[in-house]
């Protein structure tokens, strides 16, 4: 089973300023990896899939990058509706794993 | 506009059985594979199961090998998960997820979510 792991586990931040979230995986991936939102009592919500592609609807704010075993996701400056808990997830393997989650909140 | 709408969950005994189901409408149903995730309380998302865009390939976590079956009806747009020797640590939303293609994928719609909960 491939592991991804999440860094960090909570990140303190204020709007405008820029978040930037790390999922490393146990073993390569190559870009097979997604970011999801959650907000309380909420779905998720797709963000970026292949590592780098926005998915329908989503802000130019919100970026991905890596590959191999080391993926960002990156919010340049964040909004008020950004905090929330950010979800890695790869597709490389069955079966299908989620990281543990960053939460990203208001300092 | 793509709505996937689960029922059938609900409070059961440790040892029972439950059968989720999740009515898709809004695409073509037969091109997508599906899965299900599930949320316990507090905690983080875990893929239970996933199935092709035929059903004819199915997919499980460890944690649900052997003891929930995935399986979907083309002609009723409908998905569903049986859940059999049901345990506490099952206890969680169970959503309903389209990939974003045939199977095996990401999930770009996603239901509300049916709670099961496992309890004497």
């Known amino acids: 089973e491939i592991v991804l792991t999440q860094s960090p586990a909570t990140l303190s931040l204020s709007p405008g300023e820029r978040a930037t979230l790390s999922c490393r995986a146990s073993?390569?991936?190559?870009?097979?990896l997604a970011w999801y939102q959650q907000k309380p009592g909420q779905a998720p919500r797709l963000l970026i899939y292949?590592?780098?592609s926005r998915a329908t609807g989503i802000p130019a704010r919100f970026s991905g990058s890596g590959s191999g075993t080391d993926f960002t996701l990156t919010i340049s400056s964040l909004e008020p509706e950004d905090f929330a808990v950010y979800y890695c997830?790869?597709?490389?393997?069955?079966?299908?794993?989620f990281g543990p989650g960053s939460k990203v909140d208001i300092k | 506009e793509v709505q996937l709408l689960e029922s059938g969950g609900g409070l059961v005994q440790p040892g029972g059985s439950l059968r989720l189901s999740c009515a898709a409408s809004g695409f073509s149903f037969s091109t997508y594979g599906m899965s299900w995730v599930r949320q316990a309380p507090g905690k983080g998302l875990e893929w239970v199961s996933g199935i092709s865009h035929t059903g004819s390939a199915t997919y499980y976590a460890d944690s649900a090998k052997g003891r929930f079956t995935i399986s979907r009806d083309n002609s009723k747009n409908t998905l569903y998960l049986q859940m059999n020797s049901l345990r506490a640590e099952d206890t969680a939303i169970y959503y309903c997820?389209?990939?974003?293609?045939?199977?095996?994928?990401?999930?770009?719609?996603w239901g509300q979510g049916a709670l099961v909960t496992v309890s004497s």
């Open positions: 997830q790869q597709r490389s393997d069955w079966p299908l794993t």
């Open positions: 292949d590592a780098s």
């Open positions: 997820a389209k990939d974003l293609g045939a199977t095996g994928s990401y999930w770009g719609h």
């Open positions: 073993q390569s991936i190559r870009r097979y």
